[in-house]
């Protein structure tokens, strides 16, 4: 690994400084961890927790400073797990936001929850270690969202929809490797089942082309943006693969090598956009190299054996 990337990576953010030891050096180094949350971006969210235990104005509203995905951020950034204001956070939000479906709703008026959300919450909820009594019905819900084409959609309950989305599949996908990585057992040898086949979902479209055209499905899936949250693109889902231990297949090659290409000359690589909508902060300012998509690109790359 190149000393001066190294270097580079370790002047950023505490969150990033554990990852890369972590990830890209082989060192688990709890200290640091602990530091996440008075430290930095993590201290900076936590900030922003209101008395009632939300973010923003509740669950959900307004993107991206909702009590939603202000903790999906955290999770993000590997903020101790064991953080008991968090905790709390995540049962009000199981008190007060389950539908008639099990499933976590954000909306007040539409009776049907979304596999999107639902993925989501699994990803930062089991994180963080929610009671299992609580993620029950959601796990029930989850499994009954699964399309006969492998993947997930969050408009099939709403709008009829029969082809499953890049976007609901990615959040349920990585929902799901949180509650196997947790050891979480309710209903788990079922989830697991979707966890097999919905990569080949992602796989067949060779990450962002048609698979009826080839065409490049949206050029956002090829855009280098950060923090995700419900978007789908080809960094993510490779994140997902190398986390995943899902096993090199040719078909990630296509993606690799656009994830290739935008390498910088100076070996980063750049934070292309974010998407809109109010923020806590800016992290990082697009047009700038990015640590988040430098290390997130190395760990990939560097896991498929596919960069020096």
Same mark, same amino acid.
């Given at each position: ?13 505490? *969150? ?8 890209? !050096? ?10 996440? /949350? =008075?430290?930095? $971006? ?33 999770? &993000? ?8 204001? @968090?905790?709390?956070? @995540?049962?009000?939000?199981? #008190?007060?936001?389950?539908?008639? +479906? ?11 929850? +979304?596999?999107?959300?639902?993925? !989501? ?8 270690? &929610? ?16 399309? #006969? ?11 009829? /929809?029969?082809?499953? *989305?890049? =976007? ?31 990569? #080949?979902?992602?796989? !067949? ?12 499905? =949206? ?5 280098? *943006? ?21 096993? $090199?297949?040719?078909? !990630?090659?296509? /993606?690799? #090598? ?7 000359? +100076? ?29 997130? /690109?190395?760990?990939?790359?560097? =896991?498929?054996?596919? @960069?020096?």
């Amino acid at each position: 690994m190149n000393v001066k990337m190294i270097a580079w990576l370790l002047e950023g953010d505490v *969150s990033i400084q554990y990852q890369v030891y972590r990830d890209l !050096m082989g060192e688990r180094c709890p200290d640091i961890q602990a530091r996440i /949350a =008075h430290q930095g $971006w993590g201290a900076a969210f936590m900030k922003e927790r209101n008395p009632d235990g939300y973010w923003g104005r509740g669950f959900y509203q307004p993107k991206w400073t909702s009590s939603h995905y202000t903790l999906l951020d955290l999770k &993000t950034l590997q903020i101790s797990p064991d953080n008991e204001l @968090i905790r709390r956070s @995540i049962d009000i939000i199981l #008190e007060r936001r389950k539908s008639a +479906d099990g499933g976590i709703n954000p909306a007040k008026t539409i009776e049907a929850s +979304d596999v999107c959300v639902n993925g !989501m919450f699994l990803n930062y909820a089991c994180y963080f270690g &929610t009671d299992e009594d609580g993620l029950r019905s959601i796990v029930d819900y989850v499994i009954n969202e699964r399309m #006969e084409d492998g993947g997930f959609n969050c408009e099939r309950t709403r709008w009829g /929809a029969r082809h499953s *989305s890049l =976007h609901s599949t990615i959040c349920v996908l990585e929902g799901i490797q949180e509650y196997a990585r947790q050891g979480y057992s309710y209903r788990l040898d079922e989830l697991e089942a979707a966890a097999d086949t919905s990569p #080949e979902f992602i796989l !067949m479209h060779q990450l962002y082309k048609s698979d009826h055209t080839g065409e490049i499905i =949206h050029k956002d899936f090829l855009r280098l *943006s950060f923090p995700g949250r419900w978007h789908y693109d080809i960094l993510r889902a490779l994140d997902y693969f190398q986390d995943a231990g899902v096993p $090199w297949d040719e078909r !990630m090659r296509p /993606a690799c #090598e656009v994830l290739l290409k935008k390498r910088r000359a +100076d070996g980063r690589w750049p934070l292309q956009a974010n998407y809109p909508g109010a923020l806590h902060f800016e992290m990082e300012k697009p047009g700038q190299p990015s640590r988040w998509n430098t290390l997130r /690109a190395l760990r990939v790359l560097n =896991h498929y054996e596919m @960069i020096d």
